[in-house]
């Protein structure tokens, strides 16, 4: 009896074993599918993802301008006259002081010479009331010591004194035509030199504006003078970006003649205000030209590297997400997207760099945030 009752449990042990094990096994296999139809009905996002790496970054900014001659001056004559001789042409290389043009000096030498012979009697006048005066001074002295002997009467020394203050008086009358005829000539010799022009600094005839016989006065350009072993130009800065620029600060220039040159200069100057109406403010560049490329009038873009950062973690600018004015980035994950709020630096056009909030060799997402939030599934489509 007591056997058949171990076996009746035993076997009833093993049944209840066998339910609960088909229990689980059926109801375990239920959930599952459940469970992987339920994510089978959540949508999966579609994306680009590109990853976080380090790298340089740079902020440019590119501005148009004119190039500009370092120097450029108007020659013109110091008077009236009829030009004598023409020296230069358009694009002559010149040298400071040198003769550029002259003008008929015919008049001015006459006058000169007419000066000079005036200068010379009043010399010859000057010096007969310079022996005058000694005369009269040794007439005078000789008067003042009868004079003391009671030798003289008092009107022979009166004469004497008043003779000898008439030769000092006419002496100093000399002396003054004498510096007034130096005066004279001197300002006819300016005139003289003033025939031939010159110029004033080294540079190259930017045009030329008269020729040989041409009658021109102080009104008259005769040429025009360029000197271009620099060139400058001047920008017009957004004020946001007039504060990252400095005196002394590299830039780079480009021309469209010489699509495959660059040009290297630097900012000279920053204008300490700005614009009233367009609030843009003035900065000038000076740039090498000493192969003389550059020509004054051509068009060129000016590069400004305004801020940079090296060994930067960078990742594309369309990667950010602004929401409620934070900055978030979605990483990859186990097949989901997950948001994450990050701190971000130095920008150019196309990337940015993140100064925290994620790590370097994360995977972030450049294309369709817009229907992500935390933990949406998605299917990588292309890694950048």
Known sequence: ???????????????????????????????KANSVKAEQGIPVVKVKVSVAKKGDIEIVRVYTANIEAERALEIKPQYTGQIKNIYIEMGDKVKKNQIIATLDSDGANQLYQQ????????????????????????????ARSL???????????????????????????????????????????ILLDDTEI??????????????????????????????????KVHIDVDEKDLTMLDNEMPIVAIVDTYPNRTFEGI??????????????GKAQIRIDNSHNLLKPGMSAK?????????????IPINAVVNNDGQDIVYTTSGGKAFEKIVKLGVRDEERVEVINGISEG?????????????GTRINVQERI
């Open 267 to 280: 900012i000279e100057r920053i204008s300490p205000v700005l614009d009233n109406t367009t609030h843009l």
């Open 198 to 231: 010159k110029a004033p600094f080294s540079g190259y005839i930017g045009s030329k504006s008269v020729d040989t016989g041409s009658v021109v006065s102080a009104m008259t350009t005769i040429a025009t003078l360029v000197s271009i072993d620099t060139v």
């Open 1 to 31: 009896m007591k056997r058949e009752l171990t076996i009746n449990l035993t076997i009833g042990a093993v049944i209840a074993l066998t339910i609960i094990v088909f229990y689980f096994s059926f109801y375990g296999k239920q959930d």
């Open 147 to 189: 004079f003391e002997k009671l030798l003289i009467s008092q009107k022979d020394y009166d004469r004497a004194e008043m003779e000898f203050k008439n030769a000092e008086i006419d002496y100093m009358l000399q002396q003054a035509e004498l510096n007034q005829k130096i005066a004279d000539l001197q300002q006819v010799a």
């Open 302 to 314: 000016i590069k400004i590297v305004v801020k940079s950062q090296t060994d930067a973690l960078i």
């Open 115 to 142: 000066k000079k012979a005036a200068l010379e009697f009043v010399n010859v006048s000057l010096e007969k009331a310079e022996l005058q005066k000694k005369a009269k001074q040794a007439e005078l002295e000789k």
């Open 362 to 374: 994360e995977w972030v997402i450049v294309t369709g945030q817009d229907a992500l939030s935390e």
